[in-house]
């Protein structure tokens, strides 16, 4: 079988794929059908943590897929337990909710933050809204594109959610004079915006926000649907804020996604003491949410992210930035950790990656930027040699 050709046929052409077919990776490294090497700087978005098909996390997935692959949300089971326990004892927050996407846990921060001021203030006291940033990403369901900050994804689809205003990233004065004309109960931030271009919140920006959500008691929600998980360093991108500004900055809610399940779909919304019961029996449902199997997969990550592992991942970020630090194509490069934006001088991001795959090396975009992903667990010789491939791409 042709499978470009059987694809085009017989799914819905919502991406323009590139041209590898994969069919088999291990670690940082994949293989197309023709056999064909390629070094791994996207992860599937962010999303294999450890690499392709870690041993560990395969086993831990079979043996809960052996053992009990499903039970619905009726039911009590181990594995979510246990991992919304992780969570929370790693994290600091009090209760989790699971759900299978981004956009899934978007959504129920979103409607969280709703009930929260239906709740406390009622129905008529017209606090809904929630601010959103500019150039930001929060989903594709029609509410979370309703909630991101880009015109391009405002189309087609009307009509859109009501009750989200926007004000530019790090522009204090436009986020307050919105904020000021009331009827708010949250505002949702990326801390560094991932598909916006990897560009990162300013820590006094964000803790004065979060400062003017404690005085107006509206709650702040952090996607860190991309950040969060290690990518950047840390268990959770909020830690770096912490640290930047000598305080503590815990969100009231924090969604996650993409890197949890190390390649299994699993999205958790975190909530502290202010947000951890807003929510109670039918408020909320999901089929898939806290699948076993699922959760088994996000259970390993979790264990392999130890802070050895995450301090390895900060040092490996630094190498990454080093050895892309004199490539004169190379302008200026964002991000924390392993999730880095590489700005350009004259080339265009999509050819450079289209470069890179011929190369032998997948990197990913974000706006204008190459954007880079890698496996948490990637080596030191496999960085190396992908920076490599970009300065080859590049020059
Ligand atoms: C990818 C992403 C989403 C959407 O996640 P899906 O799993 O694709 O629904 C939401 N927010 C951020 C910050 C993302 O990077």
Request: net charge negative.
């Amino acid at each position: 079988m042709d499978i470009r050709q059987a694809d085009r046929e017989y799914i819905i052409g919502t991406y323009r794929r590139q041209e590898p077919v994969l069919v088999r990776g291990r670690g940082a490294r994949c293989w197309d059908q023709e056999g064909k090497e390629y070094l791994d700087f996207g992860a599937g978005i962010g999303v294999n943590s450890l690499g392709f098909c870690d041993p560990e996390w395969a086993d831990a997935v079979a043996a809960q897929a052996r053992t009990l692959q499903h039970a619905s949300n009726l039911y009590y089971t181990l594995p979510g337990v246990e991992l919304a326990k992780t969570l929370c004892l790693r994290t600091g927050y009090r209760k989790a909710l699971f759900c299978n996407s981004g956009a899934e846990a978007n959504e129920c921060a979103i409607k969280l933050a709703r009930k929260y001021s239906f709740d406390k203030y009622g129905p008529d006291s017209g606090r809904n809204k929630i601010l959103c940033l500019g150039n930001s990403f929060h989903g594709r369901t029609v509410t979370t594109l309703s909630a991101t900050g880009q015109d391009v994804f405002h189309n087609y689809y009307f009509p859109f959610t009501e009750g989200f205003a926007f004000a530019p990233a790090n522009d204090l004065d436009a986020a307050l004079a919105l904020l000021e004309q009331g009827g708010f109960c949250g505002v949702l931030v990326e801390l560094i915006q991932g598909e916006g271009g990897v560009n990162p919140l300013e820590p006094h920006y964000v803790s004065a926000l979060s400062g003017y959500c404690r005085e107006h008691d509206l709650l702040l929600l952090a996607d860190e649907v991309q950040t969060g998980i290690g990518r950047t360093g840390q268990l959770l991108a909020s830690r770096w804020f912490q640290d930047a500004l000598g305080a503590p900055l815990l969100p009231d809610i924090t969604t996650l996604a993409k890197g949890l399940g190390g390649g299994l779909p699993i999205g958790a919304v975190l909530t502290n003491e202010r947000t951890c019961n807003v929510m109670g029996p039918s408020d909320h449902g999901t089929t898939f949410g806290g699948n076993p199997v699922a959760c088994a997969g996000a259970l390993t990550v979790m264990s392999r992210l130890s802070d050895a592992f995450l301090e390895e991942v900060r040092r490996k970020g630094e190498i990454l930035r080093h050895a892309l630090g004199n490539i004169p194509e190379i302008a200026g490069i964002s991000g924390l950790g392993l999730m880095l934006g590489l700005s350009l001088r004259t080339q265009k991001a999509p050819e450079v990656v289209k470069e890179c795959i011929r190369l032998g090396l997948l990197p990913l975009t974000a706006k204008e930027k190459v954007r880079l992903l890698p496996p948490l667990s990637i080596t030191d010789e496999e960085l190396s040699r992908g920076a490599d491939i970009l300065r080859q791409a590049l020059t």
